[in-house]
Every structure is written in C-alpha cells, then in structure tokens.
C-alpha cells in the first residue's frame, strides 16, 4: 500500500504547461507529490501529444474543479491532410489515407466556418467517454467495434491561420466538451480528403492561459524535493479567491456561521456583493469573510437569501487538524 499524504497545507489552482508526453493523470500525480497531499485534481484533460494549459486544483482547490472545467477553452492546432490514425491525432496508426485536393487559404477557411456555432459532433473512439459504463478508450484498444454516441457541441470562433500543401493551421475556441480531434478529422473531409492532428497545444481554459502557467520543468523539480523550486511552485499557486472568476459576496459573522453550517445566509448578512444581472440568479457565487477567505459557494433563491452549494473548509483550520485523505482525488470530465 501507498503511503496516505496528509491533507494539503496549500489550497488554490496551480495552471501548468503540459509538455507532449506526459498525461494529464501524470500531471497531477507530481502535484501531489510536489505539494505532499492526495487532494489534487485537474479541470479538463489533455491528451498525451497535447501540450498547453492545463489547470490543477489543490487542496480545497478541488471544489472549484466542476466550474472551471465548464469554461470555454482555446487552442492551436495543425491538421495533416492526406492520411487518418486511429486516435485521429499523431499518437495513432493510419487506418486510411485519401489524395489531397488543390486547396487554397480562402477554401479552407470557408469549410472552416461552416463548423462555427452549435452543432454535432462524434467524439474520437479513443477517448474517455463512457458507453455501457467502460470509457471508449478501453473497448477501442481492445478492437471492441462501438457506436460512439453524437454529442452536442459549440465553436464560439474557428480561425485558419495558415493553409499549405498538405498541412493547415487553426485555431478554435470552443465550449466544454468539444474535441479539437475531431474536429480536425471533419475538416479535413468538408475538403474532400482525411487528416489527423499533428500538433495541438491549449492556448487558454476559461480565464487562465500560458502567461500564468509554469513549466513541467519546475513541477518535476518541486516533486524531487528541491527546495527551492517547491518555493517557486508554491508562490504560484493562486489563491481560491483569485482563481475564482464569478460573482461574489462578502459577509458579516453571522453570516460566515449560517454559510459554514450549509444555512441560507439571509439578505442581511451580506455586507457587499458584485453587480449581478437579475436574470441570471441561479447562478454560482462565491461568499467570503471579511478578510477575504472563500467560505462556500451558494445561489440566490426566489427569497432573495443565498442557498449553500459547496462549503470550504477553513484554511487555518485545516493546516492545524492532522487529516488523512486518500492518496487518488481525481477530478474533471473526460476531455477539455
């Protein structure tokens, strides 16, 4: 058996720029190690080849992860026309290759538009959606044949940055869910031939993007106990309330006590809260103390008092009381 780590000193989201190669799982098993605790998790997986922004939550973190994995996510990626893999990326082997038309920059870019906007779409057969309880990776590995189930899908925007010869550049900004693989494999038949993915790279998950991310470098050093890079690792850790980007609200104290024993917290506990659209009042939001700790997330009722959905565990309790947590907290949806 694996030895139990203690429950995390350190809470916040670490945003980290995945090398190709290693998976996303591997990401976060260094993470913890690094930060010497089990409750580490990810919002939104990368394939092995990809590379990019991959963010990983710590410690009470892991609460956030099912928001920040719902964000719209960007990338960058070439498509290589003329044959198809498997996994539709370079990863795989070519099941079928096809001649490649004469294509010009504005033919490709006008296949491309027809993708913008809500749509359908069929995910990779080597991914981790489930179908009958298995993720599809493990029946397409094992030459099991399976219906992969259509899924809705939307491109907020789809620009082709460069189209030549057998290869095209793009770059997608696209909601949760969507796959960039398969995405590739479709425009390359809307130009009358196959293609795979020879190159993706996240560019940015909801708010975070590469100007915050630190390098896999840093990670692995901080894991082999290196003080110094455990003390860089740390300092870029954000803070729960940083990597929050929704509406929030400040509380007094009886406010915080309602909050922390999952009572609605009434009107007039709320000191201040950001400007809110009247429509959108199911929606998430943080509350806070008045020093600025996240202390639950909660949405407004029809009462106009504020229903808990998620509470935090105090910060300087939880670094007090010894805890044992186990050693796999896994978190976020199958793929970005």
């Known amino acids: 058996m694996g030895r139990k780590r203690r429950a995390s000193r350190f809470h916040g989201v670490l945003v980290v720029d995945k090398p190709r190669g290693p998976t996303s799982h591997d990401v976060v098993a260094r993470v913890r190690r690094a930060f010497d605790t089990g409750a580490v998790g990810h919002a939104g997986t990368l394939d ?13 973190g892991t609460k956030l992860v099912a928001y920040l994995t719902a964000a719209d996510k960007e990338y960058e990626a070439t498509l290589t026309l003329g044959a198809v893999t498997d996994s539709l990326d370079a990863d795989g082997k070519v099941v079928a290759e096809a001649p490649i038309p004469a294509l010009s920059l504005d033919a490709v870019a006008e296949a491309a538009q027809t993708f913008v906007g809500a749509g359908k779409q069929v995910p990779p057969k080597f991914s981790a959606i489930k179908v009958g309880g298995r993720p599809l990776y493990e029946r397409a590995r094992k030459g099991e044949e399976v219906e992969v189930p259509e899924r809705d899908v939307f ?24 796959y960039v693989r398969s995405l590739g494999r479709d425009i390359a038949v809307a130009l009358g031939t196959v293609g795979h993915l020879t190159a993706l790279r996240r560019t940015a998950s909801g708010a975070f993007g590469l100007a915050g991310a630190v390098p896999m470098a840093l990670v692995e050093a901080a894991a082999g106990g290196d003080p110094a890079a455990r003390g860089e690792l740390e300092a870029a850790l954000l803070p729960l309330t940083t990597a929050w980007r929704g509406p929030r609200a400040t509380l007094d104290q009886e406010g915080v006590v309602d909050a922390r024993h999952g009572r609605r917290v009434q009107p007039m506990n709320v000191l201040e809260r950001t ?42 309790v939880s670094q007090s009381v010894p805890q044992v947590v186990p050693d796999r907290v896994d978190t976020g949806d199958g793929r970005g």
Do not use: N, Y
């Not at 092995?48 to 922004?53: E, Y």
């Not at 943080?286 to 997330?297: P, R, Y």
């Open 48 to 60: 092995p080849m990809a590379t990019g922004v991959l963010v990983v939550a710590v410690g009470e």
């Open 275 to 316: 400007p809110g659209d009247p429509e959108s009042r199911g929606e998430v939001m943080a509350l806070l103390d008045q020093a600025g700790e996240m202390v639950a997330l909660a949405r407004e009722d029809e009462a106009e008092c504020l229903a808990i959905v998620r509470g935090f565990v105090s910060q300087v």
């Open 155 to 178: 491109v907020h925007a789809l620009e082709v940055a460069r189209a030549t010869g057998d290869e095209v550049d793009f770059r997608v900004r696209a909601a949760k869910g969507f």
